[in-house]
T-cell receptor, first 113, second 112 residues
Framework: GAGVSQSPRYKVAKRGQDVALRCDPI?????LFWYQQALGQGPEFLTY????????KSGLPSDRFFAERPEGSVSTLKIQRTQQEDSAVYLC???????????FGQGTRLTVV | AQSVTQLDSQVPVFEEAPVELRCNYS??????LFWYVQYPNQGLQLLLK??????LVKGINGFEAEFNKSQTSFHLRKPSVHISDTAEYFC??????????FGKGTKLSVKP
């Protein structure tokens, strides 16, 4: 596709349930980022991949959060044993060359009830 | 460590008036600077970016921003706003290849 695609767009999970959020970056983009945007806040960095290598995961809030990009293309953000504070929009972005602009997906809105 | 401060959480303005959205950053190294816009229920769109060169950067939709290294600022301006500019605006900083650090956002509300 022409842009970054995220699925699902909306996800409602019961507290304690595991969820998996998918990101399809723009074809050929080396860098892939995950952000968490809570209501009324700016996006907060979670993790960053360059190809299949996870170069920075310093933003992951707990060990319940796990991200992978096994073939350097599609990425999955997994949240185990979801809690209410995990409710947010999860944004994925991809970028080609260094300094080039990052393209964002429309996000997945996760609501934990 | 990098950080971004957007001084105004909300900016109300009348249509056709000028607007300035303020952004200050902190970083120990040279940075790239960005402004993104987020319309309701949509993803982030890049308005403009500063990588190097001229400190006055022009972006889409008539927006421009000026990089001021001494004041560590990157304020966004538009001389005449439209109703359609109503959205949330995010300033972001990146140290080269690294991730983007965002400010908390400024909600621009344009009234007729």
């Amino acid at each position: 596709g022409a842009g970054v695609s995220q699925s699902p767009r909306y996800k409602v999970a019961k507290r304690g349930q595991d969820v998996a959020l998918r990101c399809d970056p723009i074809s050929g983009h080396v860098s892939l980022f995950w952000y968490q945007q809570a209501l009324g806040q700016g996006p907060e960095f979670l993790t960053y991949f360059q190809n299949e290598a996870q170069l920075d995961k310093s933003g992951l809030p707990s060990d319940r959060f796990f991200a992978e990009r096994p073939e350097g293309s599609v990425s999955t953000l997994k949240i185990q044993r979801t809690q209410q504070e995990d409710s947010a929009v999860y944004l994925c972005a991809s970028r080609g060359e260094q300094g080039a602009k990052a393209f964002f997906g429309q996000g997945t809105r996760l609501t934990v009830v | 460590a990098q950080s971004v401060t957007q001084l105004d959480s909300q900016v109300p303005v009348f249509e056709e008036a000028p607007v300035e959205l303020r952004c200050n950053y902190s970083s120990s190294v040279s940075v790239y600077l960005f402004w993104y816009v987020q319309y309701p229920n949509q993803g982030l769109q890049l308005l403009l970016k500063y990588l190097s060169g001229s400190t006055l950067v022009k972006g889409i939709n008539g927006f421009e921003a000026e990089f001021n290294k001494s004041q560590t600022s990157f304020h966004l301006r538009k001389p005449s706003v439209h109703i359609s500019d109503t959205a949330e605006y995010f300033c972001a900083v990146s140290e080269g290849q690294g991730n983007l650090i965002f400010g908390k956002g400024t909600k621009l509300s344009v009234k007729p």
